[in-house]
Protein backbone atom coordinates (compact mmCIF):
# COMPACT_ATOMS: atom_id res chain seq x y z
CA UNK A 1 0.00 0.00 0.00
CA UNK A 2 1.03 3.28 -0.66
CA UNK A 3 0.93 4.64 2.99
CA UNK A 4 3.10 1.82 3.66
CA UNK A 5 6.20 3.09 1.78
CA UNK A 6 8.89 4.29 3.06
CA UNK A 7 9.69 8.25 1.87
CA UNK A 8 13.57 8.10 0.29
CA UNK A 9 15.19 11.52 1.16
CA UNK A 10 17.88 12.55 0.00
CA UNK A 11 20.37 14.36 2.17
CA UNK A 12 22.50 17.27 0.19
CA UNK A 13 24.89 18.64 2.42
CA UNK A 14 28.97 20.45 1.02
CA UNK A 15 31.43 23.08 2.40
CA UNK A 16 30.46 26.57 1.96
CA UNK A 17 29.22 28.05 -0.82
CA UNK A 18 29.82 24.51 -3.08
CA UNK A 19 26.41 25.49 -4.94
CA UNK A 20 23.86 23.29 -2.78
CA UNK A 21 21.24 25.94 -3.55
CA UNK A 22 21.72 25.92 -7.03
CA UNK A 23 21.45 22.30 -7.40
CA UNK A 24 18.15 22.20 -5.54
CA UNK A 25 16.96 24.62 -8.00
CA UNK A 26 18.13 22.55 -10.91
CA UNK A 27 16.75 19.56 -9.43
CA UNK A 28 13.12 21.27 -9.05
CA UNK A 29 13.10 23.23 -11.92
CA UNK A 30 13.48 19.52 -13.85
CA UNK A 31 11.57 17.34 -11.25
CA UNK A 32 9.94 15.37 -14.21
CA UNK A 33 6.42 14.70 -12.22
CA UNK A 34 8.18 13.81 -9.46
CA UNK A 35 6.43 15.37 -6.09
CA UNK A 36 9.78 16.14 -4.50
CA UNK A 37 9.51 18.09 -0.96
CA UNK A 38 12.87 20.03 -0.05
CA UNK A 39 13.58 20.99 3.45
CA UNK A 40 16.15 24.24 3.35
CA UNK A 41 18.12 24.47 6.79
CA UNK A 42 18.65 28.42 6.98
CA UNK A 43 21.40 30.13 6.90
CA UNK A 44 22.12 32.62 9.76
CA UNK A 45 19.42 34.45 11.18
CA UNK A 46 18.04 35.82 7.80
CA UNK A 47 16.43 32.79 6.19
CA UNK A 48 18.58 33.97 3.10
CA UNK A 49 19.22 30.52 1.12
CA UNK A 50 15.41 29.77 1.77
CA UNK A 51 14.50 33.16 0.39
CA UNK A 52 16.97 32.20 -2.93
CA UNK A 53 15.54 29.22 -3.20
CA UNK A 54 11.77 30.43 -3.38
CA UNK A 55 12.68 33.19 -6.17
CA UNK A 56 13.72 29.71 -8.24
CA UNK A 57 11.05 31.03 -10.29
CA UNK A 58 8.58 28.09 -10.36
CA UNK A 59 5.90 29.40 -8.08
CA UNK A 60 7.48 29.16 -4.51
CA UNK A 61 6.07 32.18 -3.85
CA UNK A 62 2.48 31.43 -4.32
CA UNK A 63 1.50 30.17 -1.21
CA UNK A 64 2.64 29.20 2.39
CA UNK A 65 0.62 27.79 5.64
CA UNK A 66 -0.20 29.91 8.19
CA UNK A 67 3.35 29.44 10.42
CA UNK A 68 5.15 30.56 7.02
CA UNK A 69 7.44 27.24 7.02
CA UNK A 70 5.49 25.21 4.20
CA UNK A 71 5.14 26.53 0.65
CA UNK A 72 3.09 24.97 -2.00
CA UNK A 73 5.56 25.32 -5.40
CA UNK A 74 3.32 25.63 -9.06
CA UNK A 75 5.06 22.12 -10.19
CA UNK A 76 3.38 19.91 -6.89
CA UNK A 77 6.35 20.00 -4.88
CA UNK A 78 7.49 21.32 -1.17
CA UNK A 79 9.39 23.76 -0.19
CA UNK A 80 10.19 23.61 3.89
CA UNK A 81 12.27 26.10 5.71
CA UNK A 82 13.87 25.38 8.81
CA UNK A 83 15.16 27.53 11.90
CA UNK A 84 15.35 25.96 15.08
CA UNK A 85 13.19 22.40 15.09
CA UNK A 86 13.50 19.63 12.61
CA UNK A 87 10.69 17.29 14.27
CA UNK A 88 8.02 19.31 13.80
CA UNK A 89 8.60 20.00 10.21
CA UNK A 90 8.88 15.82 9.41
CA UNK A 91 5.83 15.23 11.30
CA UNK A 92 4.27 17.83 8.81
CA UNK A 93 5.55 16.09 6.00
CA UNK A 94 4.96 12.62 7.33
CA UNK A 95 1.30 13.56 7.75
CA UNK A 96 1.18 14.26 3.81
CA UNK A 97 3.30 10.98 2.94
CA UNK A 98 0.71 10.39 0.15
CA UNK A 99 1.71 13.34 -1.46
CA UNK A 100 5.75 13.25 -1.31
CA UNK A 101 7.76 10.97 -4.07
CA UNK A 102 10.93 11.98 -2.68
CA UNK A 103 12.49 14.40 0.35
CA UNK A 104 15.59 16.68 -0.57
CA UNK A 105 17.40 18.24 2.54
CA UNK A 106 19.80 21.02 2.04
CA UNK A 107 22.27 21.34 5.26
CA UNK A 108 23.62 24.65 5.98
CA UNK A 109 26.97 24.76 5.14
CA UNK A 110 28.44 24.12 8.77
CA UNK A 111 26.55 21.33 9.51
CA UNK A 112 27.72 17.70 10.13
CA UNK A 113 25.63 15.34 8.15
CA UNK A 114 26.02 12.40 10.22
CA UNK A 115 23.99 13.36 13.21
CA UNK A 116 21.17 14.56 10.92
CA UNK A 117 21.17 11.41 9.29
CA UNK A 118 20.95 9.22 12.64
CA UNK A 119 17.91 11.51 13.34
CA UNK A 120 16.50 8.42 10.60
CA UNK A 121 17.22 6.03 13.27
CA UNK A 122 14.68 7.68 15.61
CA UNK A 123 11.56 5.16 15.78
CA UNK A 124 8.91 7.93 14.37
CA UNK A 125 11.12 8.56 11.61
CA UNK A 126 12.49 5.29 11.02
CA UNK A 127 8.50 4.14 9.73
CA UNK A 128 8.28 6.92 7.55
CA UNK A 129 11.26 7.95 5.90
CA UNK A 130 14.86 6.51 4.65
CA UNK A 131 18.05 8.05 3.66
CA UNK A 132 18.08 7.15 0.16
CA UNK A 133 21.93 8.87 0.11
CA UNK A 134 23.91 11.25 1.26
CA UNK A 135 25.24 13.97 -1.71
CA UNK A 136 28.59 16.11 -1.21
CA UNK A 137 28.69 19.01 -3.11
CA UNK A 138 32.81 20.29 -3.64
CA UNK A 139 33.45 23.68 -4.56
CA UNK A 140 36.06 22.24 -6.79
CA UNK A 141 37.96 25.66 -7.85
CA UNK A 142 37.92 26.21 -3.46
CA UNK A 143 39.47 23.18 -2.85
CA UNK A 144 42.16 23.50 -5.57
CA UNK A 145 42.85 26.81 -4.23
CA UNK A 146 43.85 25.25 -0.62
CA UNK A 147 40.85 27.68 0.96
CA UNK A 148 40.94 25.25 3.84
CA UNK A 149 44.53 25.40 4.58
CA UNK A 150 47.57 27.07 3.33
CA UNK A 151 48.79 23.59 2.67
CA UNK A 152 45.87 20.96 3.27
CA UNK A 153 47.78 17.78 2.64
CA UNK A 154 50.38 19.12 5.34
CA UNK A 155 47.83 20.05 7.50
CA UNK A 156 46.00 17.19 7.14
CA UNK A 157 49.47 14.95 7.44
CA UNK A 158 49.68 16.82 11.20
CA UNK A 159 46.43 16.40 12.31
CA UNK A 160 46.40 12.64 11.94
CA UNK A 161 50.38 12.36 13.40
CA UNK A 162 48.89 14.47 16.61
CA UNK A 163 45.55 14.31 17.84
CA UNK A 164 45.84 17.63 19.76
CA UNK A 165 45.70 19.34 16.38
CA UNK A 166 41.86 18.11 15.58
CA UNK A 167 40.83 21.52 15.96
CA UNK A 168 43.59 23.56 14.79
CA UNK A 169 41.70 23.13 11.40
CA UNK A 170 38.18 22.78 12.04
CA UNK A 171 37.30 23.84 8.37
CA UNK A 172 39.53 21.28 6.92
CA UNK A 173 37.89 18.42 9.39
CA UNK A 174 34.31 19.58 8.53
CA UNK A 175 35.08 19.29 4.84
CA UNK A 176 36.62 15.80 5.44
CA UNK A 177 33.53 14.46 7.26
CA UNK A 178 31.36 15.70 4.56
CA UNK A 179 32.97 13.30 2.79
CA UNK A 180 33.14 10.41 4.85
CA UNK A 181 29.42 10.39 5.16
CA UNK A 182 29.27 10.78 1.25
CA UNK A 183 27.71 7.89 -0.98
CA UNK A 184 27.54 10.67 -4.08
CA UNK A 185 30.23 13.26 -4.60
CA UNK A 186 29.67 16.36 -6.83
CA UNK A 187 32.59 17.47 -8.26
CA UNK A 188 30.93 21.52 -8.52
CA UNK A 189 31.99 24.59 -10.87
CA UNK A 190 34.44 22.68 -12.90
CA UNK A 191 34.42 24.78 -16.61
CA UNK A 192 37.43 26.82 -16.70
CA UNK A 193 39.25 24.29 -15.08
CA UNK A 194 41.99 22.64 -16.30
CA UNK A 195 43.17 19.20 -16.26
CA UNK A 196 45.58 19.00 -13.75
CA UNK A 197 43.93 21.43 -10.86
CA UNK A 198 40.47 18.81 -11.56
CA UNK A 199 43.02 15.83 -11.04
CA UNK A 200 44.54 17.23 -7.96
CA UNK A 201 40.83 18.40 -6.44
CA UNK A 202 39.49 14.76 -7.39
CA UNK A 203 42.26 13.24 -5.63
CA UNK A 204 42.07 15.33 -2.75
CA UNK A 205 38.19 13.83 -2.20
CA UNK A 206 39.09 10.35 -2.97
CA UNK A 207 41.53 10.52 -0.10
CA UNK A 208 38.45 11.48 2.51
CA UNK A 209 35.52 9.73 0.72
CA UNK A 210 34.64 5.88 1.20
CA UNK A 211 35.94 3.59 -1.12
CA UNK A 212 34.02 3.17 -4.60
CA UNK A 213 31.70 6.11 -3.75
CA UNK A 214 31.78 7.69 -7.61
CA UNK A 215 32.51 11.18 -8.50
CA UNK A 216 29.98 13.40 -11.10
CA UNK A 217 31.78 16.75 -12.55
CA UNK A 218 29.02 19.33 -12.74
CA UNK A 219 28.24 23.31 -13.46
CA UNK A 220 25.70 25.77 -12.72
CA UNK A 221 23.81 22.90 -10.50
CA UNK A 222 23.28 20.84 -14.08
CA UNK A 223 22.87 17.45 -12.66
CA UNK A 224 20.40 14.47 -14.48
CA UNK A 225 17.67 13.94 -11.17
CA UNK A 226 18.32 10.31 -12.38
CA UNK A 227 21.73 10.66 -10.79
CA UNK A 228 20.77 12.04 -8.03
CA UNK A 229 17.71 10.37 -6.73
CA UNK A 230 16.77 6.61 -6.34
CA UNK A 231 20.52 5.15 -4.84
CA UNK A 232 17.94 3.06 -2.33
CA UNK A 233 21.32 2.87 -0.11
CA UNK A 234 19.29 3.33 3.60
CA UNK A 235 22.11 5.60 5.05
CA UNK A 236 20.32 4.98 8.21
CA UNK A 237 21.69 1.53 8.92
CA UNK A 238 25.20 1.83 8.20
CA UNK A 239 25.99 5.93 9.12
CA UNK A 240 27.20 4.39 12.40
CA UNK A 241 30.03 2.74 10.83
CA UNK A 242 31.23 5.87 8.93
CA UNK A 243 33.89 7.25 10.96
CA UNK A 244 34.13 11.17 11.62
CA UNK A 245 36.71 13.34 13.60
CA UNK A 246 33.68 13.74 15.85
CA UNK A 247 32.92 10.52 17.08
CA UNK A 248 34.75 10.21 20.05
CA UNK A 249 34.38 13.91 20.82
CA UNK A 250 31.96 13.65 23.80
CA UNK A 251 31.67 17.26 24.79
CA UNK A 252 31.86 18.83 20.97
CA UNK A 253 30.51 21.83 20.20
CA UNK A 254 28.46 21.95 17.28
CA UNK A 255 28.21 25.62 17.40
CA UNK A 256 31.42 27.00 18.13
CA UNK A 257 30.83 29.12 14.92
CA UNK A 258 30.35 32.51 15.31
CA UNK A 259 27.55 33.88 12.86
CA UNK A 260 26.59 37.35 12.86
CA UNK A 261 24.53 39.83 11.04
CA UNK A 262 25.18 43.12 9.70
CA UNK A 263 23.39 46.06 8.25
CA UNK A 264 25.24 48.38 6.27
CA UNK A 265 24.54 51.36 3.26
CA UNK A 266 26.11 50.67 0.58
CA UNK A 267 27.08 52.96 -2.82
CA UNK A 268 28.67 50.59 -5.26
CA UNK A 269 29.60 46.96 -5.35
CA UNK A 270 33.10 47.20 -6.29
CA UNK A 271 33.46 49.00 -3.42
CA UNK A 272 31.56 46.69 -0.93
CA UNK A 273 33.65 43.58 -2.54
CA UNK A 274 36.71 45.39 -2.03
CA UNK A 275 36.52 46.31 1.68
CA UNK A 276 34.90 42.95 2.50
CA UNK A 277 37.72 41.42 1.18
CA UNK A 278 39.82 43.16 3.32
CA UNK A 279 38.07 42.28 6.18
CA UNK A 280 38.43 38.63 6.08
CA UNK A 281 42.20 39.25 5.84
CA UNK A 282 41.95 40.67 9.27
CA UNK A 283 39.49 38.30 10.59
CA UNK A 284 38.73 34.69 10.72
CA UNK A 285 35.60 34.74 8.32
CA UNK A 286 35.06 31.49 6.49
CA UNK A 287 31.21 32.70 4.70
CA UNK A 288 29.59 35.78 3.90
CA UNK A 289 26.41 35.97 2.31
CA UNK A 290 23.55 38.54 2.23
CA UNK A 291 21.61 40.99 0.02
CA UNK A 292 22.47 44.42 -1.31
CA UNK A 293 20.38 47.80 -1.97
CA UNK A 294 22.42 49.79 -3.91
CA UNK A 295 21.39 52.95 -4.65
CA UNK A 296 19.21 53.85 -7.73
CA UNK A 297 19.12 50.08 -8.87
CA UNK A 298 16.06 48.35 -9.23
CA UNK A 299 17.02 44.92 -8.88
CA UNK A 300 18.72 43.00 -5.61
CA UNK A 301 22.00 42.31 -5.47
CA UNK A 302 23.22 39.32 -4.01
CA UNK A 303 26.64 38.64 -2.46
CA UNK A 304 28.60 35.10 -1.38
CA UNK A 305 31.75 34.89 -0.39
CA UNK A 306 33.70 31.81 0.87
CA UNK A 307 37.05 32.35 2.26
CA UNK A 308 38.53 35.08 0.32
CA UNK A 309 36.13 34.51 -2.68
CA UNK A 310 33.35 36.87 -3.61
CA UNK A 311 30.43 36.66 -6.09
CA UNK A 312 27.59 39.05 -6.53
CA UNK A 313 24.43 38.70 -9.14
CA UNK A 314 21.40 40.50 -9.10
CA UNK A 315 18.60 37.82 -8.42
CA UNK A 316 15.09 39.97 -8.57
CA UNK A 317 13.59 43.17 -8.25
CA UNK A 318 12.83 44.59 -5.34
CA UNK A 319 9.06 44.16 -4.56
CA UNK A 320 6.51 46.90 -3.72
CA UNK A 321 6.85 48.37 0.07
CA UNK A 322 9.87 45.72 0.39
CA UNK A 323 12.46 47.42 2.54
CA UNK A 324 15.56 48.15 0.64
CA UNK A 325 18.33 47.55 3.22
CA UNK A 326 21.67 46.03 2.71
CA UNK A 327 21.69 42.87 5.27
CA UNK A 328 24.78 40.33 5.29
CA UNK A 329 25.27 37.08 7.41
CA UNK A 330 29.02 36.80 8.29
CA UNK A 331 30.16 33.21 9.54
CA UNK A 332 33.66 32.40 11.12
CA UNK A 333 35.71 31.99 14.34
CA UNK A 334 35.79 34.48 17.29
CA UNK A 335 33.66 37.28 15.81
CA UNK A 336 32.70 40.20 17.22
CA UNK A 337 29.61 41.84 15.95
CA UNK A 338 30.10 45.47 16.69
CA UNK A 339 33.96 45.20 15.64
CA UNK A 340 33.06 43.81 12.17
CA UNK A 341 29.80 46.81 11.97
CA UNK A 342 32.50 49.38 12.63
CA UNK A 343 35.18 48.14 10.53
CA UNK A 344 32.99 47.56 7.44
CA UNK A 345 30.90 50.61 7.75
CA UNK A 346 34.12 53.19 8.29
CA UNK A 347 35.67 51.27 4.61
CA UNK A 348 32.11 52.20 2.98
CA UNK A 349 32.12 55.39 4.41
CA UNK A 350 35.58 56.27 3.34
CA UNK A 351 35.21 55.09 -0.22
CA UNK A 352 31.96 57.73 -0.38
CA UNK A 353 34.26 60.24 1.04
CA UNK A 354 37.17 59.77 -0.92
Known amino acids: MQETRK ?13 KTTLLRHLLTHAGGRR ?10 LGIDGELLRGCGIGCDESGEANGQLFELANGCL ?22 DHLVIETSGLALPKPLVQAFQWPALRHVF ?16 GDFADDPVAVDAQRRADENLDHDSPLHELFEDQLATADLVIVHKTDGMDAAALAGVEAAI ?9 LVQAQHGRIDPALLLGLERAVEDVIDQRRTHHDEEEDHDHDAFDSVSLSLEVGDRDTLLRALAALVERHE ?4 KGFVALPGAAMR ?13 FDRAWRSGEARATRLVLIGDHLDAAVLQRELSAALQAAREA
Open 7 to 19: IPATIVTGFLGSG
Open 36 to 45: IAVIVNEFGE
Open 79 to 100: CCTVQEEFAPVMEQLAARRGQI
Open 130 to 145: TVDSVITVVDAPAVAA
Open 206 to 214: RAEAPAGVK
Open 285 to 288: IYRA
Open 301 to 313: LVVQGVGRRFDSY
